[in-house]
């Protein structure tokens, strides 16, 4: 819903009449149980957060702490927040909390003890919450509106600036350290926004609302980015057009040397300015394609130019022809093996980027308008591609994808696909959960939907706590070949009950599909079933939107269907699956495991 993405306009004023229509769509909802613990009111932030969270296919259900009792319902856990077992914890606090700021008059030992004060009760608090094994996410702060040092403020150590500086990357430190701790950055909102405009004293006096009520869907919105980011829900691939977007002109009648890239002239400078944040994004794993009208051979020569950032080798898919745009972006998303969800499309002409919204529902298309210098914005504020960490597999994707370009190009030159397979010289370490790799295990469990059994999602510290219990089996997969490492791309976990094993969890990124890592990792399972004494597999499969493709995988496997006991229809309900291991015979046939 545009109403509820960058700008925001009137979000609380319609709320009712937003909630009702988000409702009313037919959608596979996510439902979380979110709670929120004040250090000022919460009310209207709650109706906000519930919004976006709808927007994107989240369904929340909220427990909220009584005013300023955020202290309390951490450390004395009251029995309704026990039985609420929230998926997130949202702790809502600001530079109205502090407690103790520096007095003029003392020393430089007594505003350390200040700070480490201020820095104890909040890791009290985490350490409290950390009973219920989910995401944690907390308010840095934001500078108060006064400042009786002025600029001295800032780097005086009596100052709050000062003061709320050091505790903020305090904060940072405690995040990079407890692996279910995330920030809100209400430091930067705060700044983007204007101290000004972000708290009013009249509202902080009259309802102890900590912000404006125009700051509140902001605050709102962006914490609705980190739980999309966590639950997996962030878009993986930017979608880009060329002429008048990625750079100023028409390159099949302005030619090389006419168009306006570059930093001599202001036109030209904004557009090297976007390629140098599209650059970035890709730095960091965010996928590239093109999809432009245009001759292939002039859309490419663009790039060509001395003066442009990005080169035609930073585009893992390049659509460059007359076909309408929409088709043209679907083949990109098959081309790459992603969702549609997963794009975000910019062009600067309306008219096209109607087209593609009203054929391709699933593709976010921001309407950027035709202006480069606000292409950046509606990109970043709108937090598609927004990261709740950043693991060597997200650094490395792109070059998983160029991997996979050349597997499908040598796929071709072979008669039979078992022959590509064995070509392929393939090599899986196949082990249980490894501390190193846990941040990408609990990634995976969150953002994999097609290759996904049932769909569970796990926090970091659920991760954390399997990977220690002995009545579970965890198992992670890597996958090379002669063409290079797929990274992390396979879990397995699998529950021991008496002389049974229950998998929980079974996915595998799309990237590896049809190469025989799962018969690999089934293997795996039961051998290390056969070495407990286990005697039989339970498999389940749990219906989504997204993941029929694996709705017969445990009957490819030879496992029988126990329930129900109809079989599977068309329409690949739940069903549980049974596998006899006593007479298991190796099934993986192209993979050497380590």
């Not at 829900?233 to 040397?257: A, E, F």
């Amino acid at each position: 819903m545009t109403s509820l993405t960058y700008p925001l306009s009137n979000v609380l004023r319609k709320k009712k009449s937003l909630k009702r229509k988000l409702l009313a769509e037919d959608r596979s909802w996510i439902h979380k149980n979110i709670a929120i613990l004040g250090g000022s009111t919460s009310a209207e932030i709650k109706n906000a957060l519930e919004l976006f969270l709808l927007n994107v296919g989240i369904k929340p259900e909220f427990y909220e702490s009584e005013y300023n009792k955020y202290y309390e319902d951490a450390l004395f856990t009251p029995s309704e927040l026990l039985e609420f077992k929230p998926d997130i914890i949202y702790i809502h606090t600001s530079q109205v909390n502090i407690a103790h700021y520096p007095k003029l008059q003392d020393s430089h030992e007594m505003i350390a003890q200040d700070l480490q004060k201020e820095l104890d009760k909040y890791q009290s608090i985490w350490r409290a919450l950390a009973k219920f094994d989910c995401a944690i996410i907390q308010n840095n702060f934001d500078y108060p509106l006064d400042r009786s040092l002025g600029n001295l403020d800032a780097y005086d150590p009596h100052g709050k600036s000062n003061f709320i500086n050091q505790l903020n990357q305090r904060f940072a430190e405690a995040a990079q350290e407890q692996k279910n701790l995330y920030i809100n950055d209400i430091n930067y909102l705060s700044a983007y926004m204007g101290l000004k405009n972000w708290f009013d004293r009249s509202l902080w006096y009259q309802a102890k609302y900590a912000m404006s009520m125009d700051a509140i869907p902001e605050l709102a919105f962006n914490i609705s980015k980190i739980i999309k980011a966590i639950f997996g829900k962030s878009s993986k691939c930017l979608v880009l057009d060329l002429d008048h977007t990625c750079w100023g002109g028409v390159i099949g009648d302005d030619g090389l040397n006419g168009i306006q890239i570059g930093t001599e002239t202001a036109v030209a400078e904004s557009f090297t300015a976007f390629q140098s944040y599209v650059r970035e994004l890709k730095t960091r794993g965010i996928t590239l394609a093109v999809c432009s009208k245009n001759d292939h051979s002039n859309a490419q020569e663009g790039f060509s130019h001395p003066d442009s950032i990005l080169k035609y080798e930073d585009f893992t898919a390049f659509k460059a022809n007359w076909e309408p745009k929409h088709q043209n972006i679907a083949q990109i998303a098959q081309d790459i093996n992603i969702g549609l969800d997963s794009l975000v499309f910019i062009d600067d002409n309306p008219a096209e980027r109607a087209i593609v919204s009203s054929q391709l529902a699933s593709v976010a298309v921001p309407d950027v308008g035709s202006d480069v210098i606000r292409f950046i914005d509606y990109i970043d504020r709108n937090g598609y591609f927004e990261t709740v960490s950043l693991s060597q597999d997200d650094l490395q994707r792109n070059q998983y994808y160029e991997d996979n370009k050349k597997r499908t190009e040598v796929e071709a030159s072979f008669q039979s696909y078992d022959e590509f397979l064995q070509s392929l010289e393939m090599s899986a370490e196949i082990k249980t959960f490894s501390p190193l790799y846990l941040p990408r295990i609990t990634q995976l469990t969150n953002k994999t939907n097609q290759f996904n059994l049932t769909t569970k999602r796990y926090s970091m510290g659920e991760i954390e706590q399997i990977s220690t219990q002995p009545q579970y089996i965890k198992l992670y997969g890597k996958l090379s070949d002669k063409f290079g490492d797929n990274g992390l791309i396979a879990i397995t976990i699998g529950r021991v009950e008496h002389k049974t094993c229950h998998i929980d969890l079974w996915l595998m990124s799309c990237r590896v599909l049809k190469r025989g890592m799962e018969f690999a990792m089934l293997d795996e399972l039961v051998k290390q079933c056969q070495s407990q004494g286990i005697e039989r597999l339970l498999g389940y499969y749990y219906k989504s939107a997204k993941n029929s493709m694996v709705a017969d995988m445990y009957k490819s496997f030879g496992f029988s269907q126990v329930a129900p006991n109809e079989p599977v229809t068309q329409t690949h309900q739940d069903t549980i699956w049974q596998l006899d291991l006593s007479d298991y015979t190796v099934q993986s046939q192209h993979i050497k495991v380590n």
